[in-house]
């Protein structure tokens, strides 16, 4: 991608040296662990000022972390998957508040109906604004105009969410776009293309089934948990 510095790539294969192997692939104990990696990557890629953006929820326990140790403020972003119909675990795009990403062409391709989809957008369009409310609780959204925005999940499948997120962010005129996540597929940066100026990524497991599959404990994280990092996280605004 233009302008960015090349994806990071934690994930070494050493030739040999069982110590080495065992380290490749160690799983992140939690998402807390998985942030303070995570930010030791960032610390000397992220230009200031800067904006952590946790994507819910899983994602804000990571982005509390990378915030804390980047001296950043913290925000969250609320994008959500677009499903087939019929085939709701089939990503065929993502909304995020005023933006939409869509794979139009794969919708031809595979001949699902249009109204069909569009009543989909128009619901999680819904539930994007919903949680958008209950996770802000009343406060505006951080200015990112001409700052880096950090957009963190606790992983990435299929990037659409990403790319969601990645727009709303340009909405909002963020001067760069960096997403960061502990795991993600080895085609991150092809699957988000242009949408992000820089990509980090700390493992990318083969075969990779699951963004569970990274950690040791990866547990549901509820609204509460969201909104206590939102509270606790107070950086230079």
């Known amino acids: 991608m233009d302008g960015n510095h090349g994806p990071v790539m934690l994930d070494r294969r050493p030739s040999d040296g069982n110590g080495a192997r065992i380290e490749e692939h160690r799983r992140f104990l939690d998402r807390v662990e998985a942030g303070e990696r995570l930010a030791a990557a960032l610390v000397e890629r992220v230009r200031e000022p800067a904006i952590v953006l946790g994507i819910p929820r899983g994602g804000v326990i990571v982005a509390a972390t990378v915030a804390r140790r980047l001296k950043a403020p913290l925000d969250v972003v609320v994008p959500r998957k677009i499903g087939a119909p019929g085939n709701p675990e089939l990503a065929v795009g993502a909304v995020a508040e005023g933006v939409e990403a869509i794979d139009h062409q794969a919708l031809r391709r595979l001949g699902?109906?249009?109204?069909?989809?569009?009543?989909?957008?128009?619901?999680?369009?819904?539930?994007?604004?919903?949680?958008?409310?209950?996770?802000?609780?009343?406060?505006?959204?951080?200015?990112?105009?001409?700052?880096?925005?950090?957009?963190?999940?606790?992983?990435?499948?299929?990037?659409?969410?990403?790319?969601?997120?990645?727009?709303?962010?340009?909405?909002?005129?963020?001067g760069r776009v960096v997403v960061a996540v502990p795991v993600g597929p080895p085609d991150l940066e092809q699957r988000l293309g242009s949408e992000v100026d820089d990509v980090v990524v700390l493992r990318r497991p083969d075969p990779y089934l699951a963004v569970g599959q990274a950690y040791v404990r990866f547990e549901q994280v509820s609204d509460e948990q969201v909104l206590a990092c939102l509270r606790a996280v107070d950086g230079p605004q």
């Not at 105009?145 to 962010?169: P, S």
Request: glycine content about 6%; proline content about 3%.
């Open 112 to 174: 699902f109906d249009a109204s069909a989809i569009r009543a989909e957008v128009e619901r999680q369009t819904r539930e994007v604004a919903r949680r958008t409310a209950a996770y802000r609780a009343g406060r505006p959204p951080l200015e990112l105009n001409g700052r880096t925005a950090v957009l963190v999940d606790d992983g990435i499948a299929t990037g659409w969410t990403a790319v969601a997120a990645a727009r709303w962010c340009r909405h909002r005129r963020a």
